[in-house]
């Protein structure tokens, strides 16, 4: 009886389990412009937000670090958008201005929680059609390391190439694209979409556990 009882209870939880990677929690995520009120949901985000340190040293290891860089970021008057999930940022990117007006630098992080849900590309294009339409860039360049294969296929997938000279074997690997061409739309662009800001609703599946000591119903 009891090995039955054990038998049935451990179907129960394969079923919740498949049941959650075929259909997963509903998430809606709001994609749009930071705002000086997302200043401490931001820090939380990195301060839970791994693995630190591997772009280019950031994000910063420490609290004080993270507060510190945030601000200057905020003092230099960079263009930053954040990805919001109910009250918390889930995302966080932001064109660095060069020396050259319409040139500027793309960096992008998704808290681990939730990446692979397609938030970081949809981020990516929204930014990316923000420095089209509204800072007229012609190019923008990022790094990313060598030894990350998503990251790498989620830049090459919106037309990232390794810059003129670049070893696609670099640990960081500088890569550009032209910002705008022939195909607008008005606010809707054929290469990067729908302007910010933008809600997407997307599933993310469920973490299942037995280590609570109860298999969930």
Request: glycine letters at 8%.
């Amino acid at each position: 009886m009891a090995l039955a009882q054990s038998v049935r209870t451990f179907s129960r939880y394969v079923v919740s389990v498949v049941f959650a990677v075929l259909h997963g929690e509903a998430v809606q995520a709001a994609l749009r412009k930071m705002v000086s009120d997302d200043y401490k949901r931001l820090v939380a985000m990195y301060v839970e937000f791994e693995p630190k340190g591997e772009y280019q040293g950031l994000p910063p290891r420490t609290e004080s670090q993270i507060r510190r860089w945030l601000t200057q970021i905020r003092e230099r008057g960079f263009d930053q958008f954040v990805v919001a999930v109910g009250d918390r940022i889930v995302g966080h990117a932001m064109l660095c201005p060069s020396q050259r007006r319409t040139e500027a630098e793309l960096a992008i992080f998704i808290h681990q929680d939730y990446r692979n849900l397609g938030l970081g590309s949809r981020l990516l294009l929204g930014v990316l059609n923000y420095g089209c339409k509204k800072l007229t860039l012609d190019r923008v360049w990022l790094f990313v390391s060598g030894s990350n294969p998503v990251a790498l296929h989620l830049f090459e997938d919106v037309g990232f190439r390794p810059g003129e000279g670049g070893d696609p074997l670099a640990w960081e690997i500088e890569m550009e694209r032209p910002s705008h061409c022939v195909k607008c739309k008005g606010d809707k662009c054929e290469v990067f979409g729908s302007s910010l800001p933008v809600t997407v609703t997307v599933r993310r599946t469920k973490r299942l556990t037995a280590s609570s000591g109860a298999y969930p119903r």
